[in-house]
Structures are given as C-alpha cells and as structure tokens.
C-alpha cells in the first residue's frame, strides 16, 4: 500500500509539469503584432504567468486596445500556440519523475489548467504524460478561473476525493490561491522566482523559492506523505 493511501494530487499544467511558457510567449506575441501591438517581451509576459488565458486576453485587450472580440482571440491564440506546442513542449524531468513515482504507487491524480482543453491534450499527449493524466480539467469548463477554487474543486469532484485529502502543485501566485481557497494543500514551485514573495505564495503548505531548480520527485514526495500522516 502507498504511504500516499487516500491523497490525490493536482497538478497545474503550464510551468509546473512542462515548460510551455516559451510557447505561450511566441504565440502571444505573434497574435498581439497581428493586432498592432509591435513590443511584447519576456518582461511583459511574466505579467500574466498563472493567469488564464480567457482572464489575460481580456486584459491585453483593455491594455493595447485591441478591438477583436475576446472568444475570436482565443481561438487564434490556441491555434497559433498549438502549432508549435505539437512540435516541442518540454517536460521538467523531475516533475515526469514524480508523476510516474505516484503512478507507480496507483496514487489519483488530475491536471486543472487555465489553458483550453485542446491545448492540455495536445501537451498531454505530444510528451506522453496522457498514459497517467487521464483526469483533466479546463478552466473552460468551470464557471470562474484562478484565484478561485473552481477549477481544483471539479478536478476533487472528478478524482472522487475531498478537498482536504488533496495536494496541489502550483507555478503561480492565482494557482497557490486557489488552492487555499479549496481548501486543499499546496506544494509552490514558482515559474519566476522572483515571485516567491508574493502572499498568496505564503499560502502554500511548502513553496520551494528557487522553483523548479530546488524540485525533486523524492522530496516532493516525502513531504506529502509526512504532511498526510500528520493530518
């Protein structure tokens, strides 16, 4: 029997199991010079790093003025991001190596993303990780995304667990709040380090400030089975 026996684990997608936000970038960049908007970098990206796509397009649409209508940008991004998510998106290795860990010990598991179902298949199943993820949740199908704690909720519902016996991981500040708000723990990897201080990241029950550099499949592993024994 798994020392994880009864806990079920969330994973974020995009900057927590795979390193998608180069892809992101690319896309959004193209789609924003596409509308007019010439500057757009790295800088201005990290901005909107665990906010979700419907929330950031609405965003950039009151920022640069953008006149297209939000579901019509959508589309053009997922298929702008599509294209080159099919061709390469890279797993974190360590974050692969827990992932099979807690396959391995037969421990539930789901993604909830803010990013569009078609994308999430298409990285599940470009790396492979689809033969154990095979719950998933779009923030297009809750009705509010992060911060709130929609998303993690439905992904509980569907596991068949409660709140309490489950651990999310998270790249973002939304996603660590939204994981408070649900009522679940919370193991913090920031995508951008520099963010570790923001308060929602005080939230989590572990936040590795160094990001994925200081993640391992092991350490990760034995806190959530110290942290369910403790409950």
Same mark, same amino acid.
């Not at 439905?154 to 519902?157: V, Y």
């Given at each position: 029997?798994?020392?994880l026996?009864?806990?079920?684990v969330?994973?974020d ?6 390193d998608s ?38 965003l ?16 053009e991004l997922?298929r702008?991001y599509?294209?080159l ?13 827990? $992932?099979?860990?807690? !396959? #391995?010990?037969?421990? &539930?598991? =789901?993604? +909830?993303?803010?990013?569009?179902r078609? %994308? /999430? ?6 790396t ?9 949740v779009s ?7 992060k911060p709130?704690?929609?998303i993690?909720l439905?992904?509980?519902?569907r596991?068949?667990?409660a709140?309490?016996?489950?651990? $999310?991981?998270?790249? !973002? #500040?939304p996603g660590? &709040?939204? =994981?408070? +708000?649900?009522g679940?723990r919370?193991? %913090? /990897? ?7 201080g ?22 990760a ?8 024994g403790s409950?």
């Open positions: 029997m798994s020392t026996d009864g806990t079920s969330i994973f997608l995009d900057g927590t199991l795979v936000e180069p892809n992101y970038f690319e896309a959004s960049r193209e789609l924003l010079a596409a509308h007019g908007v010439r500057e757009y970098s790295w800088q201005d990206n990290e901005e909107y790093v665990g906010i979700g796509t419907w929330e950031t397009l609405g950039w649409k009151e920022r640069y003025g953008i006149r297209a209508p939000r579901a019509a940008l959508l589309d997922d702008r599509l294209e998510a099919r061709v390469s998106t890279r797993v974190f290795p360590e974050m692969r190596g827990f $992932v099979e860990l807690l !396959a #391995a010990e037969e421990v &539930a598991m =789901a993604v +909830a993303s803010g990013s569009s078609p %994308a /999430i298949e298409a990285i599940l199943s470009g492979g990780l689809d033969a154990y993820l095979r719950t998933v923030a297009d199908e809750v009705e509010r995304g709130a704690p929609d993690f439905e992904a509980a519902r596991l068949g667990a709140p309490g016996d489950c651990v $999310v991981l998270e790249d !973002a #500040a660590a &709040a939204a =994981a408070h +708000a649900a679940m919370c193991v %913090a /990897i920031p995508y951008v380090p520099a963010h570790a923001l308060p929602a990241f005080a939230t989590a029950g572990l936040l590795l400030r160094g990001g994925q550099s200081e993640f391992t499949a092991r350490s592993y034995d806190w959530i089975a110290t942290a369910s409950c």
